[in-house]
């Protein structure tokens, strides 16, 4: 396969603006920026329609669209046209004290379908492989067929199934038996890690959003179709790689945070920096992110959807409230508070360089020159009363500044994991009004086109996969079990539509298995590598 | 003898003490959290992730049962308590939550191998799993939790107690598995012996085991417990989560509490790689206690 057209589009959806650009090999045609509407889906299509006005590009020469959208978070927080799961546990005797659905919003619960669309089954595997209980098929024909009336989707959830993942395919044959080739069904070793219910309520979440997304990409295919533009479609994932659209569907729930994760890459698409910090400033606070081999750093830590306590992998963001519009609190002779309040949307209104009343970040940015001129991207202009922020008193501009400067260099610091300096990248609408010189960034960049960068990191379309192993290093020789994790995450990244001859390892985690006798670990390998014939084509 | 574990009611059976009300507490939902907030305090993040025991612990709540708090100085010198934990590797035991009749079949086989029936129980550590599972117990068996522990924080092995030091054995001790195979180890004083054997039984259960141990009498448990580190744990919690209500500072509400001083601060630059993961989780953990609501 081979894209048809040089050019792509990558759309970037974000809390108030969805981002746009157009590029051509290394260099931006155009660019946007559109207010996110509350379907998201209208929104994203309109980005596209300025991007082809702005650009006179022909509809035949886009040969590649790439889409980090927030569809499926908003529908689990809004509990908006979920799909109803029905959720089979394999594990009995074992987790009876915990059934599924412990501790989840009553609401989400409902939306879902509830309790009675749960089933535990005996089932599941230690962590040697040994079942726990065989699987007793008969009573899972009978349990499907039981719930197959009022659910829409599946989620399946074996123990250990990172580990040992037959009987969950095997559940999987079962279900399209019974109800139809066609019915989706996520199976819980296929979305996350160890970690049995968080793994559950990731894989039930990602079951209940898989209509919201087919909905939205084949209302972006039938724009595009409409609009004579035959390009593949891709969807952003949050670990910085893309996904072909027909396959995005099967695993909705990873366009959680796609955006912070697309901004990464687009810093990296900038800058050609491939390893530092990310500081993404917007209009009422600042994500500061890492970047590793060119690529998200993974978080650590549970990630909370809608209430429930998941295990998905997702970029390792701070978020401070510090933004354009942040407020600062002065008692006329000095600054003496940053934050958090903000002028959110107002800053036109409220903000002093546009003869309003209050002190922003924005302000002492346009005081301290480093706002002076106007941005091509945003309709209006930076300042309509300069004179008003340079009226601010020096004493206080400096006080304020130097307190965004260590808001900043503080954030940077906490998430650094060794001492030496980094290069530091600035990028969102509101990162023209923060200091550029910071304690512990090696150097300080800036580039243009920053305001979009989640928009070009879309339009970067790297594969990537993951494999996981659990190993007795008494037994086993090290160096074997981890090429042998590597095999296995080549065989994924080709299933997910990349090359595997091309495949890079980006991550090895080991993992020991403490208070156990024996050297036991958990091995886990990420791998990228680029879509299969992406190079090839042209036109 | 019946094979099954009949279920008491721990109100009955302070009634039986005959003790009076302001000796005793009922736990509730947000009092499970709290103690668990403050065990973790106490426990420097240590015993694995209490997860598990909290969900376990409302869930017994959610059904109705009860879970009543009481005081060690009032309960009888002659009473048999025994307390009941997992042991294993906290990463199995994410994966392998309990199975819901595990502390039936424990102190049903713990009450027959001693020959006597058991009125109360309590928690054998104070942070980590081990914590909310004591009271998760007390639940389900419908025993009262008494208000002490064996460590006044997280230790990793069986015989780390101050029952053991002054002479309480761990032993006999019931370890069972989900599908309620079950082995009694009784090795009279040798408590790190039982510790090796019982780990390694673990190993063969699928690398996490359910155990019930340290019978004693209530005049054992007053003598040799950590008396009313239940209540410390509480009100700990309650402290950081007032602090967080009121947006201050938790750690300087800690500090206050406890009467105590700062005794470091520091940043951690940087420990072999694969150690980086658990300190800033560890840290994270502090700062945070993401399982709390």
Same mark, same amino acid.
């Given at each position: 396969m081979s894209l048809k057209g040089k050019y792509r589009i990558g759309i970037d959806v974000g809390g108030t603006f969805t981002d746009g650009v157009l590029v051509l090999d290394e260099k931006v045609v155009a660019k946007t920026k559109d207010r996110t509407t509350s379907d998201v889906t209208t929104g994203t299509i309109e980005v596209i329609d300025h991007l082809m006005e702005k650009s006179g590009v022909k509809p035949e020469s886009i040969g590649l669209i790439t889409l980090s959208t927030t569809h499926t978070t908003n529908a689990i927080i809004e509990r908006k046209g979920l799909d109803k799961v029905g959720i =089979?546990?394999?594990?009995?005797?074992?987790?009876?004290? =915990?059934?599924?659905?412990?501790?989840?919003?009553?609401d989400l619960k409902e939306a879902?379908?509830?309790?009675?669309?749960?089933?535990? =089954?005996?089932?599941?595997?230690?962590?040697?492989?040994?079942?726990?209980?065989?699987?007793?098929?008969?009573?899972?024909?009978?349990?499907?067929?039981?719930?197959?009336?009022?659910?829409?989707?599946?989620?399946?959830?074996?123990?250990?199934?990172?580990?040992?993942?037959?009987?969950?395919?095997?559940v999987a044959e079962i279900i399209k038996e019974e109800v139809g080739e066609d019915v989706p069904i996520t199976l819980s070793g296929e979305i996350s890690t160890i970690s049995l219910l968080e793994r559950e309520n990731s894989a039930i979440l990602n079951a209940s959003v898989i209509s919201v997304m087919n909905r939205a990409i084949n209302a972006i295919r039938s724009a595009m179709e409409s609009r004579d533009i035959d390009a593949e479609l891709f969807i952003m994932q949050n670990d910085g790689s893309v996904i072909k659209a027909d396959q995005a569907t099967d695993y909705p729930i990873f366009t959680l945070a796609s955006g912070p994760a697309a901004s990464i890459r687009g810093a990296v698409f900038l800058t050609n920096i491939k390893n530092g910090a990310l500081v993404d400033v917007g209009g009422t606070s600042t994500d500061i992110g890492y970047m590793v081999d060119g690529f998200p750093r993974e978080s650590m830590m549970t990630v909370e959807i809608g209430g429930v306590k998941t295990n998905i992998r997702a970029p390792d963001l701070t978020s401070i409230p510090l933004g354009g519009g942040t407020i600062i609190t002065t008692d006329g002779e000095?600054?003496?508070?940053?934050?958090?309040?903000?002028?959110?949307?107002?800053?036109?209104?409220?903000?002093?360089?546009?003869?309003?009343?209050?002190?922003?970040?924005?302000?002492?940015?346009?005081?301290?020159?480093?706002?002076?001129?106007?941005?091509? =991207?945003?309709?209006?202009?930076?300042?309509?009363h300069p004179e008003k922020a340079k009226s601010i008193p020096k004493k206080i501009v400096d006080e304020a500044w130097d307190m965004i400067k260590e808001r900043i260099e503080k954030t940077i610091d906490e998430m650094k994991t060794d001492p030496e300096d980094i290069p530091v990248i600035l990028v969102g609408g509101g990162s023209t009004v923060v200091p550029k010189k910071l304690k512990g960034a090696s150097k300080t960049y800036q580039p243009e086109h920053s305001e979009v960068a989640g928009a070009l990191g879309a339009t970067l379309a790297e594969i990537a996969a993951y494999a996981e192993n659990v190993v007795d290093l008494e037994n086993r020789d090290r160096q074997e079990a981890i090429d042998e994790t590597i095999e296995m995450a080549k065989e994924n990244v080709e299933k997910n539509g990349g090359d595997p001859e091309k495949a890079v390892v980006l991550d090895i985690q080991e993992v020991p298995f403490s208070y156990m006798p024996g050297k036991r670990e958990k091995i886990r390998v990420k791998v990228k590598s680029e879509f299969k014939g992406i190079r090839e084509g042209g036109d | 003898m019946t094979r099954e574990y009949e279920?008491?009611?721990?109100?009955?059976?302070?009634?039986?003490?005959? !003790? #009076?009300? #302001?000796?005793?507490?009922? !736990?509730?939902?947000?009092?499970?959290?709290?103690?668990?907030?403050?065990?973790?305090i106490l426990a420097t993040g240590g015993g694995g992730d209490p997860e598990i025991g909290l969900k376990w612990a409302k869930n017994v709540l959610d059904e109705d049962k009860d879970i009543v708090m009481v005081q060690p100085e009032v309960i009888p010198d002659d009473i048999q308590l025994a307390c009941a934990a997992t042991l294993g590797a906290p990463?199995?035991?994410?994966?392998?939550?309990?199975?819901?009749?595990?502390?039936?079949? !424990?102190?049903?086989?713990?009450?027959?191998?001693?020959?006597?029936?058991?009125e109360a129980t309590f928690p054998i550590e104070c942070g980590g799993v081990n914590s909310p599972i004591g009271?998760?117990?007390?639940?389900?068996?419908?025993?009262?939790?008494?208000?002490?522990?064996?460590?006044?924080?997280?230790?990793?092995?069986?015989?780390?107690?101050?029952?053991?030091?002054?002479?309480?054995?761990?032993t006999p001790v019931v370890t069972i598995d989900d599908h309620h195979h079950c082995c009694v180890v009784d090795m009279g004083e040798k408590n790190k012996v039982a510790e090796d054997?019982?780990?390694?039984?673990?190993?063969?259960?699928?690398?996490? #085991?359910w155990i019930g141990?340290?019978?004693?009498?209530?005049?054992?448990?007053?003598?040799?417990?950590?008396?009313?580190?239940?209540?410390?744990?509480?009100?700990?919690?309650?402290?950081?989560?007032?602090?967080?209500?009121?947006?201050?500072?938790?750690?300087?509400? !800690?500090?206050?509490?406890?009467?105590?001083?700062?005794?470091?601060g520091g940043l951690i630059y940087s420990r072999e790689k694969s150690w980086i993961s658990t300190v800033i989780l560890v840290l994270k953990q502090h700062m945070d206690f993401p399982w709390v609501g």
């Open positions: =089979i546990r394999l594990a009995l005797p074992t987790g009876s004290a =915990i059934p599924p659905l412990t501790g989840w919003p009553k879902l379908g509830g309790k009675k669309n749960v089933t535990m =089954i005996p089932g599941g595997y230690n962590y040697n492989g040994e079942p726990i209980s065989e699987l007793d098929e008969e009573l899972v024909r009978e349990k499907v067929r039981d719930m197959s009336d009022n659910v829409d989707t599946f989620a399946v959830t074996g123990v250990f199934s990172p580990v040992r993942s037959d009987q969950e395919i095997r000095s600054a003496k508070k940053l934050g958090p309040e903000s002028v959110a949307l107002d800053l036109q209104q409220l903000a002093k360089s546009y003869g309003g009343p209050m002190t922003t970040v924005h302000d002492i940015g346009v005081a301290k020159g480093r706002l002076h001129e106007d941005l091509a =991207i945003f309709s209006t202009p930076y300042a309509t | 279920k008491k009611d721990p109100y009955k059976i302070i009634d039986e003490w005959d !003790i #009076s009300e #302001s000796d005793y507490q009922v !736990i509730d939902g947000r009092a499970i959290e709290e103690i668990t907030l403050g065990a973790n990463i199995v035991l994410t994966e392998k939550p309990p199975a819901k009749e595990n502390t039936k079949k !424990i102190f049903y086989e713990m009450e027959r191998y001693l020959g006597r029936s058991i009271y998760a117990v007390g639940g389900e068996l419908g025993l009262p939790v008494i208000d002490v522990d064996g460590m006044n924080r997280a230790f990793p092995e069986l015989q780390m107690t101050t029952f053991a030091t002054q002479g309480v054995p761990a054997i019982v780990r390694n039984i673990a190993m063969k259960y699928g690398g996490i #085991s141990c340290y019978p004693m009498t209530g005049k054992e448990l007053k003598e040799t417990g950590v008396l009313h580190s239940q209540s410390l744990a509480w009100n700990l919690g309650k402290t950081v989560m007032e602090a967080r209500r009121r947006h201050d500072d938790p750690i300087e509400s !800690i500090l206050e509490f406890l009467k105590s001083d700062r005794g470091m």
